[in-house]
């Protein structure tokens, strides 16, 4: 059964960091492109970076580029979300999601923040206050 699971939220004083993880099992990450979510409440969904398995290219937003950092083991078969200068504005639940095995599934999609995804976590907190 695929499954991802995120872990490493929390809460945080702005200008703090958090490590991110998305694990995955019953897959490998090997040949599946992985992209970062958040939804803050009475907000939309928000594509946040995305990293290919085929050669490692990332994509980021510009809410979070510059501060946000993707990044994967696929030794441990997980991908990572470093959070850095945390402000009180990303507060929200994190997810990570992937998409269904296919020619397609190890690189970031053109639009990759919109596109659709078959497999998504359960989310963690994240709250950034003082």
């Known amino acids: 059964q695929v499954q991802l699971v995120e872990s490493g939220g929390g809460l945080v004083q702005p200008g703090g960091s958090l490590r991110l993880s998305c694990a995955a099992s019953?897959?490998?990450?090997?040949?599946?492109?992985i992209a970062w979510f958040r939804q803050a409440p009475g907000k939309e969904r928000e594509g946040l970076s995305c990293?290919?398995?085929?050669?490692?290219?990332?994509y980021y937003a510009d809410s979070v580029k510059g501060r946000f950092t993707i990044s994967r083991d696929n030794a441990e078969n997980t991908v990572y979300l470093q959070m850095n200068s945390l402000k009180p504005e990303d507060t929200a639940v994190y997810y990570c999601?992937?998409?269904?095995?296919?020619?397609?599934?190890?690189?970031?999609?053109?639009?990759?923040?919109?596109?659709?995804?078959?497999?998504w976590g359960q989310g963690t907190q994240v709250t950034v206050s003082s």
């Open positions: 999601a992937t998409e269904r095995l296919g020619p397609d599934s190890s690189r970031c999609k053109f639009g990759w923040y919109l596109a659709e995804y078959d497999y």
């Open positions: 990293i290919s398995s085929s050669d490692g290219s990332t």
């Open positions: 019953g897959f490998t990450l090997d040949f599946y492109a």
